[in-house]
């Protein structure tokens, strides 16, 4: 996988992988790292990968180590989750699933958008988020200005 993942990156990219580039890398792992916080290059490797169908699982920011970002396939997307909210007004869709490592992840629909090392703290982001929606959604008509 890691190969195929390197050909068509190489390709549409035109950078390499080797060290002395130091644009992207591949750990042993399978992972890529992203050196210098470089969030734009981290962005087209992902929509490159996820567009390629080279994969089975969409390729995900897993992490962030010092200045590097870390790029690998989201291998929860199978497993199956241990928490669910409606949120908001619209009842927004949120599923929690927990990693091997006792991570939890969250996910709308099926794109992870935040990790968290307790229940506790995702259970406060989930309820931050929920009140943010609520009180976006009762803002008053009058507060606006017509013309």
Known sequence: MKNKIAAILDASLGFSD??????YYFEKDGTIVVPNNNVS???KILRIVNASGLVK???VKLSKKG???ILGIDELIDVAPVDSYEIGPDK???VVKKSPDGKFYLYDNNKRIGSFKSKAA???YVGNMHKTLQDQHEIPEENYETE
């Open 92 to 94: 927004l869709s949120i």
């Open 18 to 23: 080797s060290l002395d580039d130091i644009d």
């Open 41 to 43: 290059l981290s962005a």
């Open 57 to 59: 699982h969409r390729m």
């Open 67 to 69: 200045d590097a970002i």
């Open 122 to 124: 995702y259970k406060r």
